[in-house]
C-alpha cells in the first residue's frame, strides 16, 4: 500500500527574488520597534519564510557582529547577498535602511511635540524594554548553538570579561579573540583530518 509523501517541516524554501527581499528587509525595518532587528530577521529568515537554516543564519550574525559597521546593516547585507547576489545584498541593504529612514524623520517631527507628554516618555522607555529582551533573547538562542567544546566557551567567557569587565577597545577585542580562535579552530580541525586519514 503506497504512503503518502511526508513533508520535512524544516527544509530550506527556494530563494527568494530582488523584489521578495526587499519587502521583506522594509518590513522588518518598519517593524521592529525600539531595536532587536536581529532577533525579528531570524525569525522572519528562519521560522516564517525559511529561506535560511539557524547555523547560516547564526553565522552570518557572527560575522556581522565581528566586522566594522552598524550590525544590523551587515547582517542584511550578508542575507541579501547569500539569497540574491549582489543585487540582495543592495535590495538587504536599502530596505532595511531607506523605509526607516523616512519613518524615523517623522516620528522626529511629531515627538517634538509629543516629548512634553509623559506618556511618550512611557512609550520609549518600553520600546526601549523590549529591544533587550529581543537582545537577550539572541544572545541566548546563539549560545546554545555554541559548540560544546573548551575553545568556544573560552574564547566567549574572555570577550565578554574583556568588554564589560575590563573595559577594553572593543576592536582590540575582536581582533585578538577572532584571530586567536580562528588558528586554534583551524589547528583542531588540520589534526581531526589527519587523524581519519591516518586510520
Known amino acids: 500500500m503506497p504512503t503518502a509523501p ?113 506618556l511618550a516618555h512611557v512609550a520609549l522607555a518600553g520600546a526601549a524594554a523590549a529591544a533587550i529582551g529581543l537582545s537577550i533573547s539572541m544572545a541566548i538562542t546563539a549560545v546554545r548553538r555554541l559548540p560544546r567544546r573548551a575553545l568556544p566557551l573560552t574564547v566567549m567567557t574572555l570577550t565578554f570579561v574583556s568588554v564589560a569587565v575590563l573595559h577594553w577597545p572593543l576592536v582590540w577585542t575582536v581582533v585578538i579573540g577572532g584571530t586567536l580562535s580562528v588558528a586554534l579552530e583551524y589547528r583542531r580541525a588540520a589534526r581531526a583530518t589527519a587523524g581519519g586519514s591516518g586510520r
Open 6 to 118: 511526508t513533508s520535512v517541516p524544516d527544509a530550506i524554501a527556494p530563494p527568494p527574488g530582488v523584489l521578495a527581499l526587499f519587502a521583506a528587509f522594509a518590513q522588518i525595518g518598519l517593524t521592529s520597534f525600539g531595536g532587536g532587528l536581529s532577533g525579528r530577521m531570524m525569525r522572519a529568515f528562519v521560522h516564517e519564510r525559511r529561506w535560511l537554516d539557524e547555523e547560516a543564519f547564526l553565522n552570518g550574525l557572527a560575522l556581522s557582529q565581528a566586522l566594522p559597521g552598524v550590525n544590523v546593516k551587515n547582517l542584511a547585507i550578508w542575507i541579501g547577498y547569500r539569497l540574491a547576489g549582489w543585487r540582495g545584498a543592495v535590495a538587504g541593504f536599502t530596505g532595511v535602511i531607506a523605509p526607516p529612514a523616512v519613518l524615523i524623520v517623522l516620528f522626529g517631527v511629531a515627538l517634538s511635540a509629543l516629548t512634553r507628554f509623559t
